[in-house]
Nanobody, 123 residues
Framework: QVQLVESGGGLVQAGGSLRLSCAAS????????MGWFRQAPGKEREFVAAISRSGGVTSYANSVKGRFTISRDNAKNAMYLQMNSLKPEDTAVYYCAAKSLDSIVTTEEYDYWGQGTQVTVSS
């Protein structure tokens, strides 16, 4: 089992940057594909980015491609989301998720979820 805790959210002006972190418990972090999702007020949760177990394969939603970068450090049991050139439409609660799978997952078919961290981008 994996427990996930997000951090790094906050309030930032449009054009600014934030780096989200996802800390995972357990000694098998490297066996999990990981992902970031977000949910804006009044909207459904949506896929943001995903990364394979080794970190060698990544995938991004079109809306964040070129602005966000997903990465992971298996030695530290951590995953990150570097968010640059933030826009007001990036405002949402951001969730990290884990799935025991040797692939990347871009749907919500993850086994474990964090509680989320709020990101607010002001115009």
């Amino acid at each position: 089992q994996v427990q996930l805790v997000e951090s790094g959210g906050g309030l930032v002006q449009a054009g600014g940057s934030l780096r989200l972190s996802c800390a995972a418990s357990g000694r098998t972090f490297s066996s999990y594909a990981m992902g970031w999702f977000r949910q804006a007020p009044g909207k459904e949760r949506e896929f943001v980015a995903a990364i394979s177990r080794s970190g060698g394969v990544t995938s991004y939603a079109n809306s964040v491609k070129g602005r966000f970068t997903i990465s992971r450090d298996n030695a530290k049991n951590a995953m990150y989301l570097q968010m640059n050139s933030l826009k007001p439409e990036d405002t949402a609660v951001y969730y990290c998720a884990a799935k025991s799978l040797d692939s990347i997952v871009t749907t919500e078919e993850y086994d474990y979820w964090g509680q989320g961290t709020q990101v607010t981008v002001s115009s």
